[in-house]
């Protein structure tokens, strides 16, 4: 089956699955640099959680006991930095103290230069030790990124300052213009999308077959649109939490390129992600999707966004040039989980 300059194999599988909660797994390595969690909000700007740590000085080696405490917070990134250079890369490693709420990352190629959450389960505290390396910076500092819910959240809070024995004094760094964090613009939509140009201008899939999602609730629609460099998705449907499409290779579910629109506190984001299997849809942060949109009007969720049909380099987003079989899905989503 062919829209316009737009191919697809026809294996359409509507599902109403319900994903195990893996959102957000906490692997968040692409925001290891920045440690801004592109949800597509503007932080906030008064931290309320701490940092504290179980010694001032430290010598190569030694574990520092490192505590992130505060109110209930969902998810968190926490990474040593050189205190006199706050942009340059983590510092050291960290040692788990409970894996049951945290995991390490690899960021800049270092296994377990920083810590994050394991599942967005509230949390009051985290607890990790610092492994001090050789050739560590005089003076060390902790920054956390702290998500207490999606759109709330804290980008590099900064911890204490700790410093190795007979080094001079810490001087704080001159101040630097932080820039501002690119957050992806999402706007609403005015008006509900429409099945006029369906097989002309877009290509549609729709259940049940020919449903009009404007003028019938429980439409489900998944629409195509492509010019030259990208392609248009829309998804509506009766909300219910979520609504997502993958593209698969296969007829199954697994490795596949996947967006799912997810409801959170009456708020819609849209989220590209990859599934490992049937029952782990992984969120991928700092994706280029452009022109999202979305609404919430009497039980219909629809989302929109345009994504270029090639591109290179960015992981786990296949070409869409390409045929793939499409998997549409909705369900539940329990506080922004699906
Ligand atoms: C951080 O901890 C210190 C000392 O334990 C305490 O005095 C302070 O109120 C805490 N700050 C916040 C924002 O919780
Ligand atoms: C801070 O670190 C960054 C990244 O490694 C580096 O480019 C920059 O020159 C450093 N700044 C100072 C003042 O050392
Ligand atoms: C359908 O939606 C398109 C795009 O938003 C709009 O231009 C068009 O006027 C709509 N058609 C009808 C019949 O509402």
Redesign the pocket.
């Known amino acids: 089956m062919t829209a316009p300059g737009f191919t697809v194999s026809a294996f359409i599988l509507l599902l109403h699955v319900s994903f195990v909660a893996n959102y957000p797994s906490g692997k968040v390595t692409k925001s290891c640099g920045g440690m801004i969690p592109e949800h597509g909000h503007t932080p906030q700007s008064h931290p309320a959680h701490n940092i504290s740590v179980s010694q001032k000085t430290f010598r190569p080696g030694d574990q520092i006991k490192v505590t992130l405490s505060g109110p209930p917070f969902k998810g968190f990134l926490l990474e040593a930095r050189d205190a006199e250079n706050l942009s340059g890369p983590p510092v050291g490693s960290f040692t788990l103290i409970d894996s049951h709420v945290s995991q390490l990352l690899t960021c800049e190629d270092v296994q377990g230069s920083a810590v994050s959450h394991r599942s967005p389960s509230k949390k009051t505290e985290i607890k990790v030790f610092w492994d001090a390396p050789s050739g560590a910076p005089n003076h060390i500092t902790f920054l956390a990124t702290v998500v207490e819910k999606y759109k709330i959240y804290w980008v590099k809070i900064p911890g204490p300052v700790i410093s190795q024995p007979n080094v001079p004094p810490f001087t704080t760094p001159e101040a630097t213009i932080a820039p501002m964090p690119t957050v992806p613009s999402v706007s609403h939509l005015t008006?509900s999308?429409?099945a006029?140009?369906c097989g002309n201008k877009k290509f549609c899939i729709r259940s049940p077959l020919n449903c009009d999602p404007?003028k019938e609730r429980a439409c489900v629609l998944l629409s195509f649109t492509r010019d030259d460099q990208s392609v248009m998705v829309e998804m509506s449907g009766p909300s219910k939490g979520y609504l997502s499409v993958a593209f698969s290779h296969d007829r199954w579910m697994g490795d596949d390129d996947a967006y799912v629109c997810i409801l959170e506190d009456q708020i819609v984001h849209i989220q590209p992600s990859h599934l490992t299997g049937r029952s782990h849809p992984i969120m991928d942060f700092g994706d280029p999707l452009e022109d999202m949109a979305w609404r919430l009007v009497d039980g219909v969720m629809q989302c929109s966004f345009r994504r270029n049909i090639t591109l290179p380099g960015v992981k786990n987003r296949f070409d869409l040039n390409a045929s793939y079989y499409i998997f549409v899905a909705d369900g539940a989503a329990v506080d922004g989980r699906i």
Do not use: I
């Open positions: 008006r999308f429409n006029s140009d404007e």
